[in-house]
């Protein structure tokens, strides 16, 4: 089809296969940060203190509503003025970790919201203090429904993962350009490319609501 | 230099690709809503051939990067004798790849819709196509409007990575700035509140204006 | 908040101190006055039951001296202890939370909807807060969870989770969870108000039994005339968040001298 050479497939093939364990990488290192941060925004703007919940609240605002292409520039470029280099992992990975930080925070906070009043009152009448609650009690029915967004943002982050090209990590994209521009031939890398996102994307997407029908059942809530 | 002095010298420019971002913006949801009403509606059709149409489409476009549909459409698809100048290849990547998003959002509104709506329409013998436009549609657009605030301004986030394919955008400025200029903070930082202000002070106000203006209009009080 | 120690004891002294006394207590929600200036005693072991019209502050009575929300005014005592305030530097200041958790231990409530755990089976709502809070070793926890269960004929069903078991077990469960907390105080909130008219009798029955067995002090707020004044030591008639008339059940009923207790109660009468 057009020109579509397998010989060249099979040459740069290895390459793209050794890529994807770095996106693979950068998906999961980026969702592990991602996940603690966003319970500790989702938590903090629980507080009684009305002024840090605010703070909190505004720049989860800030950082959902500016785009993750720009925030990686920005942490990459501007810690180098106050005298910290990172590199581009870890610029990648703090820019993309406090993004989708962002975003699961408002994931958790659906959650927890979505935990009738009646369950703190059921803890508080039995003197579970507010640590228990949390862990025992509110956190695990609010993960369950959480979770169909967790999954959404897990297979999000990955998609996003090219744009971690930008400041040179070597992920897929990143290979598939260098080919491309190595080559001069961007049929098929960045056909590549997009045929491995499928690949892992789509099975993953499948799973994470076979899995999501799973734990509500093991965990004895009605399923939604 | 002073952060005044900073935007005196370099506000023009960061401006001028606000603008352009503004267009991308602008075309690429027009794009977006179009695809979506199409394809959201293909969704709920009983024609086998009509309904993996649009789910392929959408797998397709949800299933990979919106940077690797750009790449894809701006470098690979002149090898099949498409060549798209830079511009209209950004927001037909962008507003293709938000439309895919927005489909399943059409299709999730009508479902919405409560059966007995149908059913009454049906009895008072409307016709299917009259029933969706007159009936049906109305009241799950009224629905998914919230959700499009989203993803409209996902859309206006996503017209940053045309910038990789060199439309001169409020992103393309901004690193054109900051190469010549090493003021990375002020540039970058300039650039986020631009994209804050767009999304929180125009995209936002807009959808909450349109949710009252279709309430009203469909006798909801707001 | 006007609390001193020359207006209230920090420890009610004397000879008979009552299991619970509401003090002047007042809340309000805004300019709403839920409780207005109440006045309460409940004596060790007994058994009454709140009545009244929708909206005249029964619930509320109960969610204050449980500490789920502050009260603005007066004071809540339990067991001659002041429940909402305590002593510091010889005068009386409102509590804080680890002193509120403290003093909620000798205090069980069930709710209207239940309000079990639904993530974890009927014994593990029952074990939870003894192995947590309390510190019982897991065995220990778990005997004395099955002891209860059993006696609210659960035991059968003790690792079903709630999402399996109908209103009238859930309650069950709910109830042993609250006991297995050993209070001294039990508070019932509506407890058959969300049950299907069939599955009513066999909570009934378990209030009943806990009645003739233990010497729970209990406060109960229902709709059921019949049971209220079959099982009550005494029966209190809420209006507009006071007690417009008391008495025993049987008083109370034949014979209300109120005008509003005798409008509510033909007016509940009637309604069968
Ligand atoms: N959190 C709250 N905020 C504002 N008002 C409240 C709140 N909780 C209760 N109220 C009001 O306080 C009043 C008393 O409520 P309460 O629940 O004690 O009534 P009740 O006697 O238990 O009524 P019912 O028989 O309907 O359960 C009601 O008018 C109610 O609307
Ligand atoms: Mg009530």
Redesign the pocket.
């Known amino acids: 089809m057009f020109d579509w050479r397998w010989e060249f497939v099979s040459d740069i093939l290895p390459r793209l296969v050794k890529a994807t364990g770095n996106t693979l990488l950068a998906s999961v290192l980026g969702y592990g940060i991602a996940a603690v941060l966003g319970l500790v925004f989702a938590l903090t703007q629980r507080t009684r203190f009305a002024l840090v919940n605010r703070a909190v609240r505004e720049f989860v605002e800030f950082i959902r509503s500016t785009p993750l292409v720009l925030q990686i520039f920005f942490v990459f470029y501007v810690a180098p003025q106050f005298g910290v280099m990172f590199s581009p992992w870890t610029a990648g990975m703090i820019a993309i970790g406090l993004h989708y930080a962002s975003y699961l925070s408002e994931v958790y906070r659906a959650g927890i919201e979505s935990v009738p009043r009646g369950q703190w009152e059921a803890a508080t009448s039995l003197s579970l203090g507010p640590r228990r609650t949390y862990s025992r009690i509110i956190l695990p029915q609010a993960i369950p429904t959480a979770f169909a967004g967790m999954g959404n943002y897990l297979v999000g982050i990955l998609k996003d993962t090219p744009m971690l090209s930008v400041i040179g990590v070597a992920e897929l994209m990143h290979t598939a350009n260098a080919i491309g521009s190595e080559h001069y031939r961007f049929l098929e890398p960045y056909t590549l490319v997009g045929l491995i996102f499928l690949i892992i994307s789509l099975p993953t997407a499948g799973g994470l609501r076979r899995a999501e029908v799973k734990i509500r059942k093991k965990m004895g809530l009605r399923s939604i | 230099m002073s952060y005044i002095e900073f935007l005196t010298s370099y506000g023009p420019q960061l401006l001028e690709g606000s603008v352009t971002t503004a267009k991308q913006t602008i075309l690429a949801a027009t794009l977006a809503v179009m695809i979506a009403l199409v394809a959201g509606l293909m969704r709920l059709s009983k024609n086998r051939f009509v309904y993996g149409t649009a789910t392929v489409y959408i797998e397709i476009f949800r299933g990979t990067s919106l940077l690797v549909q750009l790449y894809w459409i701006f470098f690979v698809l002149p090898l099949f004798g498409l060549t798209l100048e830079k511009f209209t290849a950004g927001f037909i990547a962008v507003g293709m790849n938000l439309g895919a998003y927005g489909a399943e959002l059409v299709r999730g509104g009508i479902l919405s819709v409560p059966r007995g709506q149908w059913e009454a329409a049906t009895a008072l013998s409307m016709p299917p196509g009259k029933r969706m436009r007159r009936i049906i549609f109305p009241q799950a657009f009224l629905n998914m409007l919230p959700p499009w605030g989203n993803l409209l301004i996902e859309l206006l986030k996503g017209t940053a990575l045309v910038a990789l394919i060199s439309v001169a955008d409020l992103m393309f400025m901004a690193r054109k700035i900051n190469g010549t200029t090493y003021l990375s903070a002020q540039v970058f930082g300039s650039a986020l509140i631009i994209y804050y202000l767009m999304s929180r002070g125009l995209v936002t106000p807009y959808m909450r204006w349109l949710e009252r203006v279709m309430a009203r209009k469909l006798g909801k009080i707001k | 908040m006007k609390i001193s120690r020359n207006d209230y004891p920090l420890q009610l002294e004397g000879e008979t101190i009552p299991m619970v006394r509401f003090q002047n207590v007042t809340k309000r929600?805004?300019d709403?006055v839920?409780l207005d200036s109440l006045d309460l005693d409940v004596d060790e072991g007994e058994m009454v039951t709140i009545i009244?019209?929708?909206?005249?502050?029964?619930?509320?009575?109960l969610?204050m001296l449980m500490a789920l929300?502050r009260i603005d005014e007066g004071v809540i005592y339990v067991e001659g202890q002041p429940m909402t305030h305590m002593a510091r530097n010889g005068t009386m200041i409102r509590a804080d939370n680890k002193y509120l958790r403290r003093q909620r231990l000798n205090i069980g409530m069930c709710f209207q909807h239940f309000n079990l755990f639904p993530h974890m089976t009927a014994l593990e709502n029952c074990i939870e807060a003894p192995v947590q809070v309390l510190g019982l070793s897991k065995d220990e926890a778990v005997a004395r969870a099955e002891g209860l269960l059993d006696m609210v004929g659960m035991l059968e069903k003790a690792h079903e989770h709630p999402s399996r078991l109908s209103g009238g077990q859930q309650q069950r469960v709910a109830i042993a969870r609250s006991l297995a907390m050993r209070p001294k105080v039990m508070l019932f909130?509506?407890v058959t108000s969300a049950l299907d008219p069939e599955v009513i009798g066999e909570v009934t029955q378990v209030i009943r039994k806990l009645v003739a067995k233990h010497n729970l002090t209990m406060l109960m707020?229902t709709?059921q005339m019949g049971f209220a004044r079959e099982i009550s030591d005494r029966v209190c008639f809420?209006y507009d968040?006071k007690i417009e008339e008391q008495g025993a059940p049987d008083e109370l009923f034949e014979n209300p001298t109120r005008e509003r207790t005798q409008q509510f109660l033909s007016a509940v009468l009637e309604a069968r």
């Open positions: 929600y805004g709403l839920v009244g019209p929708s909206g005249s502050g029964k619930t509320t009575v969610r929300e909130d509506e707020v709709h809420f968040g």
